[in-house]
């Protein structure tokens, strides 16, 4: 249970004596009670859920609505997960039963002790939530033999969001050819979907009757075991970065169990993406693939040509004058919940006035993980889309994360803080190759040496020069602003999609 956050404004002889979940006209939680309650929230480790509180002499009403703007965006469900009501209240009501708000998100209320939380789920119906029910879909859907749809059905990071080179990807079919209708499978309502496209959520009996029927599928990760190729559909396998770090067959200790896995995962893509010829040969043997691999840059870094992060500067609500870095480690596997290995509040701190870093977790550290909170850092785990981050940031902090290879697209500073580079390339995963020889920009271990290096980025700009024109050469060749269409007019031409 997570313990109760309290309100300094809120007095300790608060009870609740009365607990609803409405699920119209806004999905909400309302709590009532005596005592004098100053305001009200619920807090995820991610999110923050504002309330408001009616107080009327001894007896209060505070409801907070399940719904919330994200980074400026739509009014969308909130993301999945446990939020704590941030009222140090007994609690002698009742609980209510769970709530369904159709298409939008299941919430129930749990207690223990004087804590309250609410747990926030997708908007499964009783016939598709729970193993039981899911593995009578999976059995239907296996057994199935639909018709093909003209359509695409698109996937990034697990549904987690509507990003990547899938994005990309679906923009180029919304411009170019609008009357294909795009499905977007996403882990829950709270994900954004692109302009005109359709969210399918996991699970859910949409869901596996769009997989199992649509034509295309446009994914950057695996589609793990509940996938079945159907004969008449083309799987797109787009990858979510070029690698310095060995992945699948490849990696330190590859089990025979995750051997097998890998070879049955492989044999369910069609084509895959390569953003240069690094990676179409880490491709080849890492995952041992034998259809064609297509070598057109990255879509994501499409936007990244000639980009303007002015717009993005605004919606994080950063000054013009102010330099902002953006510091995006990868995962450790022996530790995936851990993102701030820089301690990027005290290193902030030793920048002086006027620099603000963005700190982004690697996608694997989204669930897992809690926000970074301080004055001079903004946790940007949760944007959809790191591709604006680059465009917002100045330069560049990172490890061995496969965002090296995207930022280059942009030309501006990079720096590598590596506190742990024997450990990760000799034992962890391994390199592909020499990160020091081959790096833009600074490999670094201790935090003091990394700040006077971005204090003076223009010297360090200067000496890394050539460098950087070789790694954009090397790694950023077809990266033009014009991948999405090459690739898109790839796949009518192959008749993948009609």
């Known amino acids: 249970m997570t313990a109760s956050l309290p309100l300094d404004s809120s007095s300790p002889a608060t009870t609740i004596d009365s607990i609803a979940v409405e699920a119209a006209p806004v999905p909400r939680l309302v709590v009532s009670g005596t005592g004098r309650v100053a305001g009200v929230m619920l807090r995820g480790p991610r999110q923050d859920l504002p309330g408001t509180v009616e107080q009327a002499g001894e007896r209060f009403t505070a409801t907070v609505p399940l719904l919330v703007s994200r980074w400026g965006g739509p009014v969308l469900p909130a993301p999945s997960g446990s939020y704590a009501l941030a009222l140090d209240a007994a609690v002698i009501a009742p609980l209510p039963d769970p709530v369904l708000a159709a298409g939008l998100l299941r919430a129930e209320v749990v207690a223990g002790g004087s804590s ?4 926030v789920s997708a908007p499964l119906t009783d016939d598709e939530r729970g193993p039981q029910a899911q593995a009578a879909l999976e059995a239907r859907y296996r057994s199935a033999k639909p018709a093909p749809i003209n359509a695409v059905f698109f996937e990034s990071f697990y549904g987690q969001s509507a990003t990547c080179n899938p994005l990309a990807i679906d923009r180029e079919f919304a411009a170019t050819r609008p009357e294909v209708p795009r499905y977007w499978s996403v882990v829950d309502a709270s994900v954004e979907v692109p302009q005109g ?3 399918v959520i996991e699970g859910s009996a949409e869901w596996w009757r769009i997989r199992g029927s649509a034509r295309l599928l446009v994914v950057n990760d695996w589609l793990r075991n509940r996938y079945r190729r159907r004969s008449f559909q083309t799987v797109l396998q787009t990858w979510h970065g070029t690698p310095l770090k060995k992945i699948a067959l490849a990696r330190p200790g590859v089990t025979l169990r995750a051997a097998l ?23 080849r043997s890492a995952y041992a693939f034998l259809g064609p691999i297509w070598q057109e840059g990255y879509p994501r870094d ?15 609500g950063i000054a013009d004058d102010v330099t902002v870095l953006l510091y995006a480690p990868t995962w450790r596997d022996d530790r995936p919940e851990h993102v701030d290995h820089l301690e990027v509040a005290a290193f902030t701190d030793a920048l002086g006035p006027g620099y603000i870093t963005l700190i982004r977790g690697h996608s694997r ?3 897992p993980g809690r926000d970074v909170r301080a004055s001079n850092v903004l946790d940007v785990t949760g944007y959809p889309d790191v591709s604006e981050l680059f465009l917002a940031a100045d330069a560049l902090i990172t490890d061995y994360s496969s965002v090296m290879f995207d930022y280059s697209v942009t030309g501006k500073p990079m720096f590598f803080f590596a506190p742990d580079l024997e450990h990760y390339r000799e034992q962890l995963r391994g390199f592909y190759f020499d990160l020091d020889e081959a790096a833009p920009g600074p490999v670094v271990q201790n935090a003091s040496e990394l700040v006077d290096l971005v204090l003076d980025r223009e010297r360090v700009g200067v000496e890394y020069a050539d ?14 602003g014009r991948s999405a269409e090459r690739i898109v007019a790839r796949l009518v031409a192959r008749k993948a999609i009609g």
């Open 302 to 316: 499409d936007a990244l040509v000639g980009g303007n992060g002015a717009s993005i500067r605004e919606r994080l």
């Open 197 to 199: 496209s359709i969210a």
């Open 116 to 119: 309250l939380t609410v747990d």
């Open 365 to 367: 550290t989204l669930l």
């Open 261 to 283: 896995a890998t070879v049955r995962e492989r044999g369910r893509w069609n084509i895959m993406l390569a953003q240069n010829q690094h990676s179409a040969s880490v491709f």
């Open 467 to 480: 460098k950087y024109v070789a790694w954009q050469e090397r790694f950023n060749p077809r990266d033009d």
